[in-house]
Every structure is written in C-alpha cells, then in structure tokens.
C-alpha cells in the first residue's frame, strides 16, 4: 500500500528523518577551504541537533533545489528580508576615502586602523607570554599554552599578579610590574569596549554603543574614528615597551652579571 503525506514520509532503508525547527549556514572564506558552508540543522528541545558540510558546488545545488521546490508551493508564507552579509544597520558613508566589502561601505581609515590594532593586540599577547615566562621560570611554550588556557584578559592577569606574590622578585620590581599590567588591563578593556559593542551607521559614521551592565550608565555610544582608534593602538605601543621593560628587569635581577 502507498502511504499518504498523514501517514508519514516514507523512509528508504539507511535514512533517518527528524524534525527540524530552525536551521543557520555559516561560510568559510580564505585559508583553502574553497567557500565551504556549514549547515546547521536544529530541532526541537532538547533532541540532538545536526551539522553538515557542504562544498561549494554541493551549496549550489542545495540553493538550486530549494528556490525549484519553493515554486511548487501554492503560497509562500511572509518571510522577512534577511540580512545574509551581516550588515550594519543606518545610512553607510558613500564617495571618496570608502571600500565596499560583502556589499557594505565603509571608511577606509577606519578599517584600516582597526586591522593596525588587531596586530597591535596579538603583539601585546606575545610579550605578555614572555614575560609569563620570565617571571615564572616556565619554558615559552608552556607559558604560550598557560596564557591561552583562558580567553578573558583579566583572568591572564590576575594568574600573572599571583605568580609575583609568590616570586623571588625585589618588591621595586613586583610593583613595576603590576603597574604595567594596570595599564595593559585599561588599554584591553578600551579595545572591547570598541569590538563588541553593538556596530551601526549613523550621519555617516561608524558607531558602536558600549555595555557597562554594572555602571549607573548601562549604555554608552562611540563614535568610531581613524584617531580614536589609532588613539589606541598608540596606547598598546606604550603598553609592549613597557612589557619589554619589565621583562628586561627581571632578566637583569635574575643574571646580574
């Protein structure tokens, strides 16, 4: 007997059907991965949830099928507009001193500053290492995978500031040190202040509104510019060569000669 849509689909031997709730893709562009997409398929509850990925050509083909199938159906239910690049909300800047990614515009100054203070900020991460590794005694590699072991700044630190309550270091040397690590600690909570925050356009600007959920002021707007930002990478300038002083204290302390 033929079985009815109300009796179920009918499931071929080796395949299993499940009920699908919601489902979000995900790209991979650039480091030899082809424009590979991963397909995420989530069910209801607490039921296990699927994952698949698909090759750029098995992406096509997908896409193809469904916009086929989706003209079969009698009437489409309302579906909003996505936002499939991830745009920005508000009216972008236009003309000169702009470059256009993922069909987005952006100042050009600005962009390029932010990609100066994402170096700058792995920079500072590895001499934070080296001078884990100074203070510690630990070989670099250990120190690299003990610095990484967590991904919150203030927990790096705070391990960093134990390590020298219990150091053979001079009491002028633990006290400069912390004070570096002050200053590392404010110019890191400027930067997230910045990154993640909630980014938008407004009169043309970059904009991002930053959360103190403990401050009597739970929210605070940003205007993003090439100066504020390299404001800051300045800062973590500073901050490497004060790091670069510190660990040059504690190499003279422990090798006077």
Same mark, same amino acid.
Request: charged content about 25%; hydrophobic content about 45%; glycine content about 2%.
């Given at each position: 007997m033929t079985k009815t849509f109300s009796d179920g689909m009918p499931?071929?031997?080796g395949t299993i059907r499940f009920h699908t709730t919601q489902f979000a893709v995900s790209s991979f562009m650039g480091n030899g991965t082809g424009g590979v997409v991963d397909l995420l398929?989530? /069910?209801p509850g607490d039921e296990t949830n699927y994952a698949t990925l698909l090759s750029a050509?098995? /992406?096509?083909?997908?896409a193809n099928a469904l916009v086929g199938a989706a003209g079969s159906i009698p009437k489409l239910p309302p #579906?909003?507009?996505a936002n499939v690049a991830g745009q920005m909300a508000g009216k972008p800047p236009k003309g000169p001193g702009t470059q256009t990614y993922f069909d987005q515009t952006y100042d050009t100054a600005v962009i390029q500053a932010l990609g100066v203070l994402v170096?700058? #900020?792995?920079?500072l991460d590895q001499k934070l290492i080296e001078l884990s590794a100074a203070v510690s005694g630990l070989k670099l590699k250990q120190a690299h995978n003990q610095y990484y072991s967590t991904a919150n700044m203030k927990a790096k630190l705070d391990s960093l500031?134990?390590?020298?309550? #219990?150091?053979?270091l001079t009491e002028d040397i633990i006290r400069q040190i912390k004070s570096v690590l002050d200053f590392v600690k404010k #110019?890191?909570?400027r930067?997230?202040?910045?990154?993640?925050g909630r980014w938008s356009y407004r009169s043309g600007k970059h904009r991002t509104v930053k959360y103190s959920p403990n401050s009597k002021v739970k929210e605070a707007e940003i205007t993003v510019t090439e100066k504020l930002v390299l404001n800051l990478v300045e800062d973590y300038g500073i901050a490497h060569m004060r790091l670069m002083s510190a660990i040059s204290s504690v190499a003279i302390h422990r090798n006077p000669s």
């Open positions: 499931t071929a031997e398929l989530f /069910t050509e098995g /992406t096509w083909q997908l #579906v909003a507009p170096i700058r #900020v792995n920079l500031r134990s390590i020298l309550d #219990v150091s053979e #110019v890191s909570d930067r997230n202040d910045l990154i993640h």
